[in-house]
């Protein structure tokens, strides 16, 4: 074989891996989907009904909610620790306005999701203008805070007995789709929207791929910075009204751990920890393969603590596979 035929085969060689990588890296997580519930279909008579579809659906807005609010930190390279006791500040305070002191329940739905955006507003603010070193250790700051504010208001005492316009968005059914996960989907058509049609969201991009370039090209960097992380602090206030409609009660550890689930759903579903790549559908997929595997290991009667165990590697191979990613850019 001529040295020109080797140097054609092995450059299609390369290209073939090349595209093999694009096409992983941009349907990894659907593929990923789809085995998995192709798998539990056949384990588990129980499992592909409309009844668990739907109830899978429910489970999952929850999680859904703060992911998306979690992959805009995650999109500038930076991380929200706090949404989990955020949640449970702005529910907690929720319930003292509506069923302590008898407000409308508009208020009461106001202040849940004001509280949100302000302690989402205060990361940022302490990020840009306070100049900690990174939002690992402002929201790591804003989790014990917001954490130890929601136990001293009720007395670590939980809340009950919301009124039914609370109660709707977690509870009820339009036909038979969860009201939640309707919602879920009108606010992941929105936040496409903002990242793919507005100039904040190609900067919140730029950003994250590189800071110091966004900046010198003009970018307001601290700007867009507080209005992701008070996003951020948002989507965990509604994530809380939605679990308080669930529930019918507010408790002061609600959402512990929830950032971590979270962050698992951003990134399984093809964000990357180093900013700059990440999208609303890929994270919607993450969060509905955490939501059919803990359905699925119930169906099959596999233990909470070896579930914790499974959705743990599950994380460890998407890191892994987000680091492999980020090895063969440099390379290129």
């Known amino acids: 074989m001529s040295d020109l035929a080797i ?3 092995t450059k299609e060689t390369s290209d073939s891996r090349s595209m093999f990588r694009e096409a992983l890296s941009k349907f990894g997580a659907l593929i990923g989907l789809v085995l998995l519930c192709v798998t539990l279909t056949i384990l588990s008579d129980k499992f592909f009904t409309l009844n668990n579809i739907m109830n899978i659906a429910r ?11 979690m992959l805009l930190p995650i999109l500038t390279a930076g991380i929200d ?13 929720m319930g003292i306005v509506t069923v302590n002191w008898g407000a409308s329940p508009l208020i009461g739905i106001l202040v849940c999701l004001v509280i949100g955006a302000l302690c989402g507003w205060l990361n940022g603010i302490m990020l840009t203008k306070l100049r900690l070193p990174h939002p690992f250790i402002s929201t790591l700051g804003m989790m014990n805070v917001a954490r130890g504010l929601a136990l001293i208001v009720t007395g670590a005492a939980p809340i009950a007995g919301f009124p039914y316009a609370i109660q709707y968005v977690g509870s009820e059914f339009i036909g038979p789709f969860p009201v939640s996960f309707l919602l879920v989907i009108l606010m992941y058509v929105a936040f496409h ?3 793919t049609r507005t100039a904040t969201g190609r900067y919140i991009y730029a950003i994250g791929g590189n800071k110091e370039a ?5 970018i307001n960097v601290d700007k867009v910075l507080v209005i992701v992380y008070t996003i951020s602090g948002l989507m ?15 408790f002061p550890l609600a959402g512990v751990s929830y950032e971590l689930d979270a962050i698992a759903a951003v990134i399984i579903g093809g964000a990357s920890f180093f900013g700059g790549v990440g999208t609303v559908w890929g994270t919607l997929i993450g969060a509905m393969i955490i939501a059919v595997l803990r359905n699925g290991l119930n169906l099959l009667n596999v233990s909470a603590d ?5 959705i743990g590697l599950v994380i460890i191979a998407a890191v892994y596979v987000d680091v492999v990613r980020q090895r063969s850019i440099q390379k290129q």
């Open 81 to 93: 620790l706090s949404v989990g006791s955020v949640l449970a500040l702005a529910i907690m305070l």
């Open 193 to 195: 929207l903002f990242l």
């Open 7 to 9: 140097e054609k085969e």
């Open 236 to 250: 965990a206030g509604l994530a809380g009204l939605v679990m308080v409609g669930r529930v019918n009660s507010a």
């Open 59 to 69: 489970q999952s807005s929850i999680n859904a909610l703060l992911a998306l609010g």
């Open 306 to 310: 070896f579930q914790i165990a499974v």
């Open 214 to 218: 966004a900046r010198l090209s003009g």
